[in-house]
């Protein structure tokens, strides 16, 4: 207690001692005080806080410290010459300062000895010296340096500055570092392992879309197939229905659609019709190269044969289904013929009806087929010139009366016709249309020609060769 007391009274000298001192160098400790002011505001209640507000002593230090720094703070815009003459001029400041000062260094000095005395005290340690230099325990006061376990207070020159115990701080910041290391060495084990389960299920995710594609590929595969199986369905219902509507209950290879009417637009000729034998009214829809050639189309011969009152007539070959489709429309049986197939088709023009024309043309190798011209033979005034088929050979052909001749010569007018040639004794030659005289007969000779001598059955046909596919009767023998 002794000691205190003495220390308390060398502390109230050196404070009268360093009065003139203060006044004389208030600007300079202006100055400092503003260059540490934001120091102070951070060293001061987060430093000194835990060392000061441990005792009465050092809470009363503590707050005077902060009621001059806050003055000091508020006052921090005013002229530097105005501030100095303030102080001088008015004590209030003058003893607002040295208050300030004084409860800041009081109350570190009693704070510090106050628990240093208390310390030794309740622990039994005798009290050190001021030689002593103990960074956790020892208070040196002629150094004006407060140790403490956590922190180290300088005031040198009435300068405060507050720093942390670096051997504390080191260990704090290994401490913190160790915790950090482990925490990132925990993560980075963390994110490892999650790599690794990314990996493997990347891993999972190929081979499963390796066995999808596989499966998609199958199902494609049973797709087509089904579609494929599907279509040749189809196709087969459609080749049994065609072959109803065309052929009926018959056998018969060949079938013949009467033309009602027919019509060309863009390059398909449309032709309705009733099919013999089937007896189905049918809508035929033809490419034009089937029915056209060199100028000349089934239009224009079925406009002759109207002229004339014969009938035109579309032949079609059984074996021939496959290049044909039913496409039923509003309750109308279409047939669309397919372009680009080698189709055996005839177009005709004759004066029978359709039972004779379809049995004709069922059985063909039955009858003579001779192709005839205009050229009437020498002395013979019921025979024509004609070519044998397939030979081109020169034939005549001797009618059996004057209605079979006339008939002969009125197809050979109509073919004329047709192809614009007026008064050719030769129209077949063209290449466009043959007349055909069919017949069944016999064969003698006429001169060094053969010749044929035809019987009740007689057929003209004009026949219009298309420029695609195999013109019946030509390909096509039964």
Not at 103 to 132: A, E, K, R
Not at 181 to 203: A, F, G, H, V
Not at 387 to 413: G, P, R, T, W
């Amino acid at each position: 207690m002794k000691d205190l007391k003495e220390v308390l009274s060398n502390l109230g000298k050196s404070i009268i001692d360093k009065k003139g001192k203060i006044k004389n160098k208030i600007e300079s400790l202006e100055d400092i005080i503003e260059e540490n002011l934001k120091i102070a505001k951070h060293v001061i209640p987060s430093a000194l806080m835990a060392a000061l507000s441990s005792n009465t002593y050092g809470r009363i230090g503590y707050y005077s410290s902060q009621a001059f720094i806050y003055s000091r703070m508020a006052k921090g815009n005013a002229d530097a010459g105005d501030l100095i003459g303030k102080m001088y001029g008015k004590t209030p400041y003058v003893v607002g300062a040295i208050a300030g000062a004084a409860g800041i260094i009081t109350g570190i000095l009693l704070g510090d000895i106050y628990n240093l005395f208390h310390h030794n005290t309740d622990t039994g340690i005798p009290q050190l010296s001021h030689n002593d230099t103990n960074p956790s325990s020892v208070t040196n006061y002629n150094n004006s340096t407060v140790y403490n376990n956590d922190y180290i207070t300088i005031i040198n020159n009435n300068k405060i500055t507050t720093t942390c115990n670096p051997s504390s701080a080191t260990n704090y910041n290994n401490s913190t570092i160790s915790k950090l290391e482990n925490e990132i060495n925990s993560l980075q084990n963390l994110l490892k392992e999650d790599n690794q389960t990314i990996s493997n299920l990347e891993d999972k995710l190929q081979n499963d879309t390796k066995i999808i594609n596989i499966y998609q590929n199958q199902l494609n595969q049973y797709n087509q197939t089904i579609s494929n199986l599907q279509n040749q369905v189809q196709e087969l219902q459609n080749s049994q229905a065609l072959e109803k509507i065309l052929f009926g209950n018959s056998s018969n290879d060949i079938s013949i659609i009467k033309i009602d009417s027919d019509n060309i637009a863009n390059g398909t000729v449309y032709i309705q019709g009733v099919s013999y034998p089937g007896g189905k009214e049918v809508t035929l829809e033809i490419p034009i190269s089937y029915a056209e050639n060199n100028g000349v189309n089934i239009q224009d011969l079925y406009n002759a044969s109207q002229q004339n009152n014969w009938n035109t007539y579309i032949a079609l070959d059984r074996a021939d289904l496959q290049y044909l489709r039913l496409n039923n429309q509003n309750g109308t049986t279409v047939i669309d013929i397919q372009p680009n197939e080698p189709l055996n088709i005839g177009e005709y023009a004759t004066p029978v009806n359709a039972s004779a024309i379809y049995n004709v043309l069922n059985h063909l190798t039955k009858y003579n087929m001779v192709i005839q011209d205009s050229f009437s033979v020498y002395n013979n005034h019921d025979a024509l010139w004609g070519y044998k088929l397939n030979s081109n050979s020169s034939v005549v052909i001797d009618f059996s009366n004057n209605s079979q001749y006339n008939l002969a010569e009125k197809m050979i007018n109509i073919t004329d016709q047709i192809i614009n040639s007026p008064n050719n004794q030769n129209p077949t030659h063209s290449g466009i249309i043959d007349t055909y005289s069919i017949f069944s007969g016999t064969i003698s000779g006429y001169g060094r020609y053969a010749q044929y001598n035809v019987g009740n059955v007689y057929i003209p046909l004009i026949v219009l060769k298309p420029e695609q596919g195999n013109t019946i009767p030509d390909a096509v023998s039964s």
